[in-house]
C-alpha cells in the first residue's frame, strides 16, 4: 500500500515534502522505557523539526505530526520514512489519506533513501544531546524545551551545505555544492514560495536574537543534564550579559551534549595513584645514558632481577610512556639545543628524579651520548 521512493526520485520537489525518522535515547541499553525524537527534515529547504515523545507509539507520533504542522511556515504535502513498524501502520497510514499527504518509504536497509533525515539525527540531534539515556515525563518537558529552542536557531540561523550535483568518472565521484545557507534562507530564494510565507519568515526573523537563543539552549541542556543524572536543576540563570561573557571561556566547561560531560570530582588529577617508578627513575637514567636504544621492556625485566622492588608485567605500559616523554625531551634537546630540566612532567606523570649539574651536563655536552642518541631520530 506504501509506495518506495529512492534517494533518486528527489529531484526539484519543492518545500513541504519531509523525510522523517526516529533517534532513541536508551544509552547503552534497549531495555524498559526511553524517550524517543521524532526528526522531520524538509528535503527541499533542509527545514528541521524535532519533537521529544516518551513512548514509541503511533497515536503519538499523528499527534505530534499534528502539532507540528501548525508551526511549519509551509503546507505538508508528503512524508517519507523507513519501514519502521510505528511508521509502517494503519494510524499513519489513514492519517495520511483523510489529510492528503503523500505516504512513502524507503527500501529495507537502505538508510540513503532517507539521507536528508539522517544527516540531521547526527548534526541535530545527536550534537545537541548526545547518546545518553532519557526516561520519564520530566525529562521528556526538558527534551521538549530544548527543541524548542533549538528549531528557531537551526532553521534560521544556521547554515548548511546542499548537494547541487553529483557525477562520476570511473571510480571518482566529483559533488557540487551550492552556497551554504540557512533553512530560511533557502525558503526565501525559491521561486515556489508563497509571497504569505516570505512575509512571515521576514517579520519572523525580525523577532529572533540568536544570542538569547543560544542561551536558551544551553539553559535547557543543563536542565536536561540535571535531570538525566538526578540532580536538581539550578534554578538561577545567568542574564544575557553574563552569558555572552561567558562565551569566550564556554569550552572549559567541556563537551557541550549534556549526556557526555563527565563529573570532575574536586582536586582530581590525571594521576589517581602512586608512580611505581618514582623511587627508581634516577636508575633508569642511567641505564637510558648507557644504551639510549634500550627498550621499555629490556628495562623492566632488567629491574625485575636486579632487585630494586616488585615491578610485575602490567606496569610495563606506565614504563614505556616515561621512556618515551623522556626521549622527547632529548629529542627536544638536539633539535632546539634547551637543557632538559632537572624536574619535568612526561607525558602526565612527574619526575623526581634528583639528579645533579653535572649529569645535566652531562646530557647537554657529552657527544658520545648525544651521537649514541642520535639513532633514536629515525624512529621517533
Not at 528541521?48 to 499523528?62: D, K, M, S, W, Y
Not at 501548525?70 to 504535502?77: E, G, W
Not at 563527565?262 to 588529577?269: A, F, N, S, W, Y
Not at 651536563?361 to 651521537?371: A, K, T, V
Request: proline fraction near 6%; glycine fraction near 6%.
Amino acid at each position: 500500500m506504501v509506495p518506495i521512493r529512492t534517494f533518486s526520485d528527489w529531484e526539484d520537489v519543492g518545500p513541504g515534502f519531509m523525510e522523517m525518522d526516529i533517534v532513541v535515547h536508551c544509552g547503552t541499553k534497549t531495555v524498559g522505557t526511553f524517550l524517543h525524537s521524532l526528526v522531520l527534515t524538509d528535503v527541499a529547504s533542509g527545514w528541521t523539526e524535532c519533537l521529544a515523545i516518551p513512548v514509541r507509539e503511533q497515536t503519538l507520533i499523528v499527534e505530534a505530526i499534528t502539532g507540528m504542522r501548525r508551526r511549519l511556515p509551509f503546507p505538508l504535502l508528503g512524508l517519507d520514512t523507513d519501514n519502521d513498524s510505528a511508521f509502517m501502520n494503519d494510524t499513519l497510514w489513514d492519517y495520511c489519506q483523510k489529510q492528503g499527504i503523500v505516504f512513502a518509504r524507503s527500501r529495507a536497509y537502505r538508510k540513503n533513501d532517507n539521507a536528508w533525515v539522517e544527516q540531521k539525527n547526527g548534526a541535530v540531534v545527536r550534537k545537541l544531546i548526545g547518546y545518553g539515556r532519557l526516561e520519564g515525563l520530566s525529562e521528556t518537558a526538558a527534551l521538549r524545551r530544548l527543541y524548542e529552542a533549538s528549531r528557531l536557531y537551526i532553521n534560521f540561523f544556521q547554515p548548511s551545505f546542499k548537494l547541487k550535483s553529483k557525477t562520476r568518472e570511473g571510480a571518482r565521484v566529483h559533488k557540487k555544492y551550492e552556497l551554504p545557507e540557512a533553512p530560511y534562507r533557502r525558503l526565501l530564494l525559491r521561486d515556489d514560495t508563497s509571497p504569505e510565507i516570505k512575509e512571515a519568515l521576514e517579520r519572523q526573523m525580525e523577532t529572533l536574537d540568536p544570542v538569547l537563543l543560544l542561551k536558551s539552549i544551553r539553559e535547557a541542556q543543563d536542565m536536561l543534564m540535571a535531570l538525566s543524572k538526578d540532580r536538581t536543576p539550578e534554578t538561577a540563570a545567568p542574564d544575557a550579559s553574563t552569558f555572552v561573557k561567558s562565551l569566550a571561556t564556554a569550552w572549559r566547561s567541556g563537551e557541550v551534549r549534556p549526556t557526555h560531560r563527565q563529573d570532575v570530582r574536586p582536586g582530581q588529577r590525571w594521576r589517581t595513584r602512586p608512580d611505581p617508578f618514582a623511587a627508581v627513575w634516577p636508575v633508569l637514567l642511567g641505564w637510558l645514558e648507557e644504551r639510549p636504544d634500550m627498550e621499555a621492556k629490556a628495562m623492566l625485566k632488567r629491574l625485575q632481577a636486579s632487585g630494586f622492588g616488585e615491578f610485575p608485567d602490567g606496569q610495563l605500559r606506565t614504563l614505556q610512556r616515561r621512556v618515551r616523554g623522556w626521549r622527547k625531551q632529548i629529542v627536544r634537546q638536539l633539535v632546539y639545543g634547551t637543557e632538559p630540566p632537572s624536574t619535568q612532567k612526561i607525558d602526565n606523570y612527574s619526575v623526581v628524579g634528583n639528579y645533579d649539574d653535572t649529569r645535566n651536563r652531562e646530557y647537554s655536552g657529552s657527544p658520545h651520548f648525544l651521537g649514541k642518541l642520535v639513532v633514536l631520530l629515525g624512529d621517533y
